[in-house]
């Protein structure tokens, strides 16, 4: 089953060359398309079907972090077609959502309801999400206390415990330690094993090779290579080696 | 999309922006009460001994009657304006229904506004009104009056994505409506033509029923219906809001 298909999509932004003009909004309101607008995706064609894991890689502005929201459908394509089956989970940026004078314990809570637990569900998780962050001693602490890998264990803990069947993931694994980032990729692993679909973005290409079996490239918002892992990463460093400044 | 529980989420926005709110205040929620005493004080003192020729009897709470309610209005309003803007982060990153944001922010607010409205009985009993059954009609005003702000903030939250000047006009027609309700002067006084426009905004219309079930004890409608005017206004106000918003919000992750 295809769990998420792109058709032809593409996604522009005005260039706002340091201003909101008026005239965007009327364009946007009247669904007209501005021609000297900035497209960070370009004509993308993909189908991913129901237990695939598939890596995302191209180099910084090259539109992964787009794409990611336009599975999760926080933006819209400017014109093609997502179609998304079954339940997201994003794990999008470093605590998103997460406020710093509330607790640990607070922010579980409303993070939990913003990914879409219900209060039983959020209840019967707490120590679970709580073990596995290992924060016990902070958890009634205000967040702006915690450090960035502190924060991590936390949103990671909350966002693994949803049970989702489709995880993204936009490359928040880079801040853990050595012990909680493999604590993590069990975690993933694992939700991988069960047959759900995971969509990862990272800069760690050896994370990648081992976790995806599948690799989408994209560069300057052009899906240019879409196939296993191992032949699209080793074109991506070769070509990364020969261009560094791509 | 989104298939989370609609009122586990807005219970927890609402206590993280009122958690938020007070936390950091040594003397919290009692800066709810602070803001219309003072205020009260000085419009007493100013149209009673300064200017002592109106001649409305129980003037601290007539006045009262018009500070509670203008001031959940236009903190809610206000607060509600920045709400999406503020939360930028949740919006951006997590595929939560959008409409909940700014009407939680106006939810947080009404927190603030138990706290006042309790002042306010406590003042009405203590000038010797009693509590009579009209005060049953008092429920529905607020909820009316909360559609309305919910109403107005989804409007302008939205706009403010877009144009963030939306927050200065806000703020200043906060301080025009000051003047133009009722807050200090009675509607006998306001030249007939414009009565009608009194009635029809539900600020001024929240005011004068207030008056009439706590001051006078009489019901809040009288002749001129005042209570299906608010929920006229109310109704539509919201309708229109929440249009707007749900036309706007799409492009809320370009402009953000
Ligand atoms: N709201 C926006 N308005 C205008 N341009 C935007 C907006 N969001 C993203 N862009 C542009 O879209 C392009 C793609 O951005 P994106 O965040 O998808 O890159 P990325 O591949 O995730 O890069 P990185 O590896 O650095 O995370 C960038 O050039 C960026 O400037
Ligand atoms: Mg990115």
């Given amino acids: 089953m295809t769990v998420i298909e792109f058709k032809n999509v593409s996604k522009g932004f005005h260039r706002a060359v340091g201003q ?26 993909f189908a991913i079907n129901d237990g695939e894991s598939v890596a995302i890689i191209g180099a910084n502005g090259a539109g992964k972090s787009t794409l990611l929201s336009l599975v999760t459908r926080l933006a819209p394509p400017s014109s093609g077609e997502v179609i998304i089956n079954g339940r997201v989970a994003a794990l999008l940026e470093l605590g998103a959502g997460f406020h710093p004078d509330l607790t640990g314990r607070e922010n579980i809570r409303l993070n939990a309801s913003l990914l879409g637990f219900s209060r039983k569900q959020a209840g019967d998780l707490y120590e679970s999400i709580v073990d596995f962050s290992e924060l016990h001693d902070f958890i009634d602490e205000p967040l702006r206390t915690y450090s960035n890998g502190m924060m991590l264990r936390l949103a990671f803990a909350v966002a693994v415990n949803l049970d ?15 012990q909680f980032q493999a604590k993590c990729m069990d975690k993933i692993y694992e939700i991988r094993n069960q047959g759900r679909t995971i969509l990862c973005v990272s800069h760690a290409l050896g994370i990648l090779q081992t976790l995806c079996t599948r690799a989408l490239w994209l560069d300057h918002g052009q899906l240019i290579m879409d196939g296993p892992v191992a032949e699209v990463l080793h074109a991506y460093e070769g070509r990364a080696l020969h261009a560094p400044s791509e | 999309m989104w298939n989370g529980d609609y009122l586990f989420l807005l219970e927890n926005l ?36 300064v200017m002592p020729n109106n001649n409305v009897p129980n003037f601290p709470i007539f006045v009262l009657c018009g500070l509670v309610p203008f001031n959940f209005f236009s903190i809610a309003w206000n607060n509600g304006t920045l709400s999406v803007a503020n939360n930028a982060g949740l919006i951006k990153r997590i595929p939560v229904p959008r409409e909940i944001v700014p009407i939680a922010s106006v939810l947080s607010t009404t927190i603030h506004l138990a706290i006042q409205i309790a002042l306010l009985l406590l003042f ?124 706007l919000k799409n492009k809320f992750f370009d402009y953000l």
């Avoid at chain 2, 001051?215 to 809001?241: E, M, Q, R, W």
């Fill in chain 2, 124 to 247: 009405v009993v203590a000038f010797g009104r009693g509590v009579n059954w009209h005060w049953l009609w008092l429920p529905l005003m607020w909820v009316l009056e909360i559609v309305f702000v919910c109403g107005l903030v989804l409007a302008t939250s939205a706009l403010d994505v877009y144009l963030r000047d939306m927050r200065y006009i806000v703020e200043s027609a906060c301080t025009v409506l000051f003047w133009l309700v009722p807050i200090f002067y009675t509607l006998d006084i306001v030249p007939r033509e414009y009565v009608t426009v009194y009635e029809f905004n539900p600020l001024a219309a929240m005011i004068l029923g207030l008056r009439r079930i706590l001051i006078d004890g009489v019901s809040p409608n009288g002749d001129a219906g005042l209570v299906y005017k608010l929920a006229f206004t109310s109704t539509v106000t919201f309708i229109l809001g929440l249009s707007l918003y749900s036309r």
């Fill in chain 1, 20 to 45: 909101r003009l008026l005239r965007h909004y009327l364009e946007d309101l009247l669904g007209k398309s501005d021609p000297d607008s900035f497209h960070a995706l370009r004509n993308v064609n």
């Fill in chain 2, 14 to 49: 609402i206590v993280k922006d009122f958690k938020i709110r007070y936390r950091n205040m040594s003397l919290g929620v009692f800066w709810s009460l602070l803001n219309p005493l003072v205020l009260m004080g000085v419009l007493t003192f100013v149209f009673v001994k």
């Fill in chain 1, 164 to 178: 989702p069947q489709i995880l993204i993931i936009d490359e928040v694994l880079a801040v853990g330690d050595q």
